[in-house]
């Protein structure tokens, strides 16, 4: 029952942060950069590089790569209010995202809908096919329908983009805009809280349950490789009944394998587990703990001073000790356990 609990629980928090997670990310993606010129155009994409006093450039959806000079903008509409002084360096920004490096190439495909107004009133929505400014401009509206514009008949152009490729810029955009700190505390004292979810397999012949951990750990990080602690927990495992509700204490190693935001990690962590729970009402109950070890490799998201979520997968050996006497009938059963999980642990390290 108590496995059962918090196995609940876990699933709610799961849910929890996923939901929390969605919300924060659907928040803040309406539009792209959006570039006003003093001659009433309206140009939208993704501002690679900014010049203070002299020019922009400006991708746009599609692979087309335009220069603009600030004397021409009337005012620039910056994508979530992101300011011009967040903007990275277009080389490190090409390092940091592949789409962004799509569109320098002219890779990138993207679907559009652009809307052309003209100076007599007329709006033709469709696909630009061609524009060379100063003089005309080929389009294709949403019948198939061929028009040549003169520039100076035109009014303004506007763009908009297919929904879910506008997403899917924007999260990158936001990779190319994120200051890059890497403030990982790569020496010092660390705690980690976690949550695990494990199947089990046992050497007794019993069908296979699913069982849930808690476990807070603190220590001192050496090293980015190398760092030691000591850690409590509490795990839920269902077989057998009461008694195996297991309190482990144990020493821990953990490490980072990678100076970079997201790094994968290792941990192990080994000790001793104490047994919980005591007689019910059909049963006489003795139960002992044993020796644990639990190695697991995973993934850390983040690289900040304050606090870095991790996931990680791991196998969990847990040895345990039960007798219990039949109150209806005075039969005893003893079962020496070993305990062998299949763990994936979510956790916050801070």
Known sequence: MFGNYLAMKFYQLLLLILF???????????????????????????????????????????????????????SIKWVNELSNSQMMDTRQALKMSRIQLQMEKGDLSIPLK???????????????????????????????????????????IVQEVDRNTLKRYLRQRRRMLRPFNYAFREKGTY???????????????????TAVGLHFAMGKQWNRN?????????????????????????????????????????SLNAGYAFALGGDTEAFQIEAEGGWMIHPAVGWRFGASARSNFTLDLGVKYQDAYIERISNFNGDLEIRDILYRRLTLRFGLVF
């Not at 603009?68 to 903008?73: A, G, P, S, W, Y």
């Not at 809307?115 to 630009?128: A, K, S």
């Not at 976690?194 to 349950?209: A, G, H, K, R, V």
């Open 114 to 156: 652009e809307t052309v107004y003209l100076n007599d009133g007329q709006v033709i929505v469709g696909r630009i096919e061609s524009y060379k400014k100063g003089d005309r401009l080929k389009m294709y509206d949403q019948s198939g329908n061929e028009f040549l514009l003169e520039d100076a008949d035109i009014r303004r």
């Open 191 to 209: 705690y980690e809280i976690s949550l695990s979810t494990f199947t089990s397999d046992t050497d007794i012949d019993e069908p296979d349950q």
């Open 226 to 266: 190398f760092g030691t602690g000591v850690g409590i927990g509490l795990d839920g495992y269902n077989s057998f009944g009461s008694g195996t509700t297991l309190l482990p204490l144990y020493v821990q190693a953990r490490g980072y394998f990678q100076k970079k935001w997201q790094s994968p990690f290792y």
């Open 20 to 74: 929390g997670s969605s919300t924060l990310y659907s928040q803040g993606q309406d539009s792209l950069d959006v570039i006003y010129l003093k001659n009433g155009m309206i140009m939208e994409g993704l501002v690679t590089n900014f010049k203070e006093d002299r020019s922009l450039k400006l991708g746009l959806p599609g692979g087309v790569k335009m220069g603009i000079r600030l004397e021409d903008i009337d």
